[in-house]
T-cell receptor, first 113, second 114 residues
Framework: EDQVTQSPEALRLQEGESSSLNCSYT??????LFWYRQDPGKGPEFLFT???AGEEKEKERLKATLTKKESFLHITAPKPEDSATYLC??????????????FGQGTRLTINP | DTGVSQDPRHKITKRGQNVTFRCDPI?????LYWYRQTLGQGPEFLTY????????KSRLLSDRFSAERPKGSFSTLEIQRTEQGDSAMYLC????????????FGQGTRLTVV
């Protein structure tokens, strides 16, 4: 069964304090791994797609990396506006169920000024 | 590009009543998805359309749930005889088979069953 586990569940940082969020996954074949940001009461906002091990993507203070078993979301010198829940999802590589995303439970990130 | 639009944003209903939600995807997107999210959890897949065809349904989707996408444009999700366990955020997403695999989500419909 496809499974995604994110850690930690919650993370509190001071403004400017860099850290990483982890996403471990188990899937028979990986079509893609996705990172989303979700603010309270809103829908997830797309951040990155990663397709193969070794791939990296960057956007402002965020950088996503991918290995064969996990992905990391690195946040450099975060600001209070980076506070949100970060969701990781995998898209399995198979004909049946090929289009759905399997999400982790998310990491709730709080950046204190 | 106005993004994915969902209506209503909030719905409070009594147990046993039927409710219907609407989703308008990004105009050029041919794929449409419904997900359900409860507090503190990630979204769970419910169903998927490519154009007007419903190609996948989760085992989570009981007989009380039905989704349609007439003419391959907007979609509706109906829940019959609502139960308290149906209380959740219902999210719609869309993507294009002609572009990247990323799905873009709407703001969701928050359902509360009392």
């Amino acid at each position: 069964e496809d499974q995604v586990t994110q850690s930690p569940e919650a993370l509190r940082l001071q403004e400017g304090e860099s850290s990483s969020l982890n996403c471990s996954y188990t899937v028979s074949g990986l079509r893609g791994l996705f990172w989303y940001r979700q603010d309270p009461g809103k829908g997830p906002e797309f951040l990155f797609t990663l397709y193969s091990a070794g791939e990296e993507k960057e956007k402002e203070r965020l950088k996503a990396t991918l290995t064969k078993k996990e992905s990391f979301l690195h946040i450099t010198a975060p600001k209070p506006e980076d506070s949100a829940t970060y969701l990781c999802a995998v898209q399995p590589l198979r004909i049946q169920g090929a289009q759905k995303l399997v999400f982790g439970q998310g990491t709730r990130l709080t950046i204190n000024p | 590009d106005t993004g994915v639009s969902q209506d209503p944003r909030h719905k409070i209903t009594k147990r046993g009543q039927n409710v219907t939600f609407r989703c308008d995807p990004i105009s050029e997107h041919n794929r449409l998805y419904w997900y359900r999210q409860t507090l503190g959890q990630g979204p769970e897949f419910l169903t998927y359309f490519q154009n007007e065809a419903q190609l996948e349904k989760s085992r989570l989707l009981s007989d009380r749930f039905s989704a349609e996408r007439p003419k391959g444009s907007f979609s509706t999700l109906e829940i019959q005889r609502t139960e308290q366990g149906d209380s959740a955020m219902y999210l719609c997403a869309s993507s294009s088979s002609a572009r990247g695999r990323e799905a873009f989500f709407g703001q969701g419909t928050r359902l509360t069953v009392v």
